[in-house]
């Protein structure tokens, strides 16, 4: 039932955000060309392309509920999995002297960050050690932090993060996550670190976390600080 709840969260919370405009600043529109059938011809017509088209904003928990797991045994549904997508990202990252070379404006400040691994036949626990690491060499506590983005790879990652940290849920992929928004494979770091800052600055918090599981069971945390906090 939490699982469940969740996936349904995670498309409420990106539904929002797009009809907000949260995620204006985040997205660069792709012109793509999209092929039609009128009066029985073909005819091929150009459109900007500038959202998430995996995001179901009449997801509901009646429907969802109902999906059978992946496994027999098992718990992760369709509905609490994410979405494999096509996407790419992309954040910059300067030291100190590249800052200042270029005449730079930054955004957020690394505060500290830590690697795990974990069992890689479970690989979904590694967020938290990960993200206890970080906090413990930070000198931070999970209070201090105003934001979270853990990775929806699959529901369980971020409900038994909620739970290990004893973090808020109302700071958790406040714009929805994978499951809603898609796991571009190779991009979802950075859109994850994207989607974080661009909330820091919007809701004015200071500090945000941010952790992602990888292949074989190891995972990583990244604490930053919103510039101008």
Not at 58 to 86: E, F, R, V
Not at 125 to 146: N, R
Not at 172 to 183: E, F, Q, R, S, Y
Not at 184 to 211: F, K, P, W
């Amino acid at each position: 039932a939490d699982l469940d709840h969740f996936g349904v969260k995670s498309h409420q919370n990106a539904a929002k955000a797009t009809k907000e405009g949260w995620f204006k600043d985040e997205i660069m529109p792709v012109e793509v060309e999209v092929k039609k059938t009128v009066d029985g011809k073909a005819v091929v017509e150009k459109k900007m392309f500038d959202y998430d088209e995996g995001i179901r904003p009449n997801s509901n928990y009646a429907k969802l509920s109902t999906l059978k797991p992946l496994a027999d045994d098992g718990t992760i549904t369709a509905a609490t999995s994410s979405q494999i997508t096509d996407g790419a990202s992309a954040i910059m990252i300067v030291n100190e002297r590249a800052l200042k070379k270029y005449n730079l404006t930054p955004k957020a400040r690394i505060v500290q960050l830590a690697l795990s691994g974990t069992d890689p036949r479970i690989m979904l626990e590694g967020p938290i050690p990960a993200s206890q690491t970080a906090l413990a060499k930070a000198k931070l506590s999970i209070d201090d932090m105003d934001l979270y983005e853990v990775n929806e790879a699959f529901g369980p990652v971020p409900v038994s993060w909620l739970k290990a940290l004893k973090a808020d849920p109302a700071k958790m992929n406040v714009a929805g996550g994978a499951i809603a928004l898609g796991h571009a494979l190779g991009s979802t770091g950075t859109r994850c670190m994207t989607t974080l800052v661009h909330n820091l600055h919007r809701t004015q918090g200071r500090y945000g976390i941010m952790a992602i599981c990888e292949g074989g069971g190891t995972a990583n945390a990244t604490i930053v600080e919103r510039v101008g906090a």
